[in-house]
C-alpha cells in the first residue's frame, strides 16, 4: 500500500495524530490506507481536488468571453508551469510580477475580487472564442489545488481517519460502497456517517456545486 497522489495527510502526521487514540498504532501499510481512504471522503464530500496536481494537454471547447475557468476548482499554481494555447498558437502567460508587465500578456492569471489571494481564472486579451474551425480550440497544462493543504482540510481527514480507525478496528463498519467522483475508486461505507459532523462543516467550505 502507498499514499495515493490525492492523499492530504502524510503518514507520520497520521501517526502523530493516532498516538493520542486509545490502542497500539497500526502498522503503516494499514496508516496509508486509512490516509487515503479519509483523502478521498474529503474529495467526494467537496465534490474537487484538494491537493495540488498537474493537469496536462486539456482540451477545453470555446468560450466567448475573456475569462476562462480551469475545469478543477481554484487556486491556480503561479509557482508551477502554466501553459495555454488557443487555436494551436501559444500565449504568452503572466502569472507574477516576475513576468513583467500583464499589459504585454496575451493571457493574465488573475483572482476574483472576492478572494485576491487566490488565483482562479485566466484573463484572454483576444477572449476565447478561437476561430472557429475546432470544438476545441483551447489546450491549457497547469498546476492546481492546494500546496501545502491548509490546516483545517488536513485537521477533517484526520478526524475522518480517527472515525474510519475505530469502526475497523471494532469491525462495525457499514458495508456498503460508492465511487468516488474525482479519483473513480470504488470505496466502501456509510459515507454520510463516517465523515465526522465537525469535519463535514469545515469542509463545506471547500465544497463545488457539481455543474
Known amino acids: 500500500m502507498t499514499l495515493q497522489a490525492n492523499a492530504l495527510v502524510t503518514v ?3 501517526r502523530a495524530f493516532m498516538k493520542w487514540l486509545d490502542g497500539a498504532p497500526p502498522d503503516d501499510a494499514t496508516v496509508e490506507d486509512l490516509v487515503n481512504r479519509a483523502s478521498d471522503f474529503a474529495e467526494w464530500w467537496t465534490n474537487r481536488p484538494l491537493r495540488a496536481r498537474t493537469f496536462s ?3 477545453l471547447a470555446a468560450q466567448c468571453g475573456p475569462k476562462l475557468r480551469p475545469p478543477t476548482p481554484p487556486p491556480i499554481d503561479t509557482s508551477q508551469p502554466l501553459t495555454v494555447s488557443l487555436d494551436g498558437r501559444a500565449l504568452l502567460v503572466w502569472k507574477t ?8 500578456a496575451e493571457a493574465v492569471v488573475m483572482p476574483d475580487p472576492d478572494a485576491p489571494g487566490l488565483p482562479s481564472y485566466l484573463w484572454g486579451r483576444y477572449n476565447w472564442c478561437g476561430a472557429g474551425l475546432s470544438p476545441l480550440p483551447i489546450q491549457l497544462s497547469y498546476t492546481g489545488g492546494f500546496a501545502p493543504v491548509p490546516g483545517q482540510v488536513r485537521d477533517a481527514v484526520l478526524m475522518t481517519l480517527e472515525t474510519l ?12 460502497s460508492y465511487t468516488n ?3 473513480g475508486a470504488t470505496q466502501f ?3 454520510f456517517s463516517l465523515i465526522p459532523m465537525q469535519a463535514k462543516q469545515v469542509l463545506d467550505s471547500y465544497r463545488v456545486t457539481p455543474v
Open 12 to 14: 507520520d502526521q497520521a
Open 57 to 59: 494537454n486539456l482540451r
Open 97 to 104: 510580477e516576475a513576468d513583467g508587465d500583464p499589459a504585454l
Open 165 to 176: 480507525w475505530r469502526l475497523q478496528d471494532s469491525h462495525v463498519a457499514d458495508i456498503s
Open 181 to 183: 467522483p474525482v479519483t
Open 189 to 191: 461505507g456509510d459515507a
